[in-house]
């Protein structure tokens, strides 16, 4: 059974550093094809994707947002963090880890985490 | 970038009819290599994460009722919910996974009426 967790502060303040783990089960990040990201979701508004990293260490950013992200994995941790330095208000959303499956299977995010939500705010 | 534009933004359909949902992307997600296309289509309801409902644009993911059905082709493609149930009331987003960015929909809210 494959679960993905989100953990991290929940409240973070203009331009500080914004650090969250992925902590994940019932899979390995070292198997071929397999990756993990992280999709945010601004309230009541549409999903947006942010980061990959894949078994090999590949990493895929959001070009809009890639001068601010750092993605990396802990396989014998079971863990991926996502790093996004100088926050903003227009940041506040609720941040998702997902489970990316290769391409003999969907080939995209088939589980997902509950979401934590982060609020940017003085 | 990809850009997936969906339509309608929302609609109300009554219990037990068909609901059609419609995604546009801005280029072709179907590759040449293996003739898939690279589009997948998620529920969202309020408070929970996405769940992945339809992947290569017509395969039903894992539990998924067959009233839920995806279609289409390169660009073009629709999620159709064949006779709506109260439990389907949710918002609907299609995603591209053929380039990075990933990119998804606006989403479309179903409602009954």
């Known amino acids: 059974q494959i679960t993905l967790k989100e953990s991290g502060p929940t409240l973070v303040k203009p331009t500080q550093t914004l650090t969250l783990t992925c902590t994940f089960s019932?899979?390995?990040?070292?198997?071929?094809?397999?990756?993990v990201g992280w999709i945010r979701q601004p309230p009541g508004k549409a999903l947006e994707w942010l980061a990959l990293i894949y078994w090999n260490g590949d990493e895929r950013y959001s070009p809009f947002l890639k001068s601010r992200l750092t993605i990396t994995k802990d396989t014998s941790k079971n863990q991926v963090v996502l790093i996004m330095t100088n926050m903003d208000p227009v940041d506040t959303a609720t941040y998702y880890c997902?489970?990316?499956?290769?391409?003999?299977?969907?080939?995209?995010?088939?589980?997902w985490g509950q979401g934590t939500l982060v609020t940017v705010s003085s | 970038d990809i850009v997936m534009t969906q339509s309608p933004e929302s609609l109300a359909v009554s219990l037990g009819d068909r609901a059609t949902i419609n995604c546009k992307s801005s280029q072709s997600v179907v590759y040449s290599s293996d003739n898939k296309n690279y589009l997948a289509w998620y529920q969202q309801k309020p408070g929970q994460p996405p769940k992945l409902l339809i992947y290569?644009?017509?395969t039903r993911g894992s539990g998924v009722p067959d009233r839920f059905s995806g279609s289409g082709s390169g660009t073009d493609f629709t999620l159709t919910i064949s006779s709506l149930q109260a439990e389907d009331v949710a918002v609907y987003y299609c995603?591209?996974?053929?380039?990075?960015?990933?990119?998804f929909g606006q989403g479309t809210k179903v409602e009954i009426k």
């Open positions: 019932g899979f390995s990040l070292s198997t071929t094809g397999v990756g």
């Open positions: 290569w644009a017509s």
């Open positions: 997902a489970h990316r499956s290769g391409l003999a299977a969907t080939g995209t995010f088939d589980y």
């Open positions: 995603q591209q996974y053929y380039s990075t960015p990933w990119t």
